[in-house]
């Protein structure tokens, strides 16, 4: 079956700090894994994704994140936050049926002066 | 500009009371999908259209229909609201096959049902 769990429901860094969210998942096929972000009153937006080939993927405004098989995990980085990085992250990953994507609880960056 | 419209963008209406919300896309996208939104939960998928007059039940659909006359619209109706139909909701659209997953999302409507 299809799920992700993103451990940490508010994430709160300091301007110029590491950001990390995390993302596990589980899937019965092989996964394609997703970020999506949500700025304020605003749809969600693609960030990256990760179908195969490389594991280390690189997104928009500067996130990147990490596909670790063993660890069925998909972890968002950004290695200097900024205050417009504030929204609301979500991971997904593909669904058995075409075009489904599970999605995460969601993860709530602030971003501190 | 490529975009996914959704209208109202917000509605506070009474149990009972039968409501339309309108998605349309300008992308030409053979896929669309209605999900709501609810804190703690994430985003959950109510309905989908892998194209014209092709619809499926998502996860969660009891209370909502859907139709798929037209390639760009795919309005959500809710034929009877209820409180628990509270939410924030999202229109999303892409391409077929592979390309499905990287979905376009609407503003959201933002409904309450009192």
């Known amino acids: 079956a299809q799920s992700v769990t993103q451990l940490g429901s508010h994430v709160s860094v300091s301007e110029g700090a590491l950001v990390l969210l995390r993302c596990n998942y589980s899937s019965s096929v092989p996964p394609y894994l997703f970020w999506y972000v949500q700025y304020p009153n605003q749809g969600l937006q693609l960030l990256l994704k990760y179908t195969t080939g490389a594991t280390l993927v690189k997104g928009i405004n500067g996130f990147e994140a990490e596909f670790k098989k063993s660890e069925t995990s998909f972890h968002l980085t950004k290695p200097s936050a900024h205050m417009s990085d504030a929204a609301e992250y979500f991971c997904?990953?593909?669904?058995?049926?075409?075009?489904?994507?599970?999605f995460g609880q969601g993860t709530e960056l602030s971003v501190k002066p | 500009e490529a975009q996914v419209t959704q209208n109202p963008r917000y509605l506070i209406t009474v149990t009972g009371k039968k409501l339309t919300v309108t998605c349309s896309q300008n992308m030409n996208h053979e896929y669309m999908s209605w999900y709501r939104q609810d804190p703690g939960l994430g985003l959950r998928q109510i309905y989908y259209?892998?194209?014209?007059?092709?619809?499926d039940k998502g996860d969660v659909p009891e209370g909502y229909k859907v139709s798929r006359k037209e390639k760009r619209n795919f309005p959500l109706i809710l034929e009877s609201p209820s409180p628990n139909q509270t939410s924030l909701y999202f229109c999303?659209?892409?391409?077929?096959?592979?390309?499905?997953?990287?979905?376009?999302f609407g503003p959201g409507t933002r409904l309450t049902v009192t």
């Open positions: 259209s892998m194209n014209v007059e092709v619809t």
């Open positions: 997904a990953v593909r669904g058995v049926e075409g075009g489904k994507l599970i």
């Open positions: 999303a659209s892409s391409l077929s096959g592979q390309r499905a997953y990287e979905q376009y």
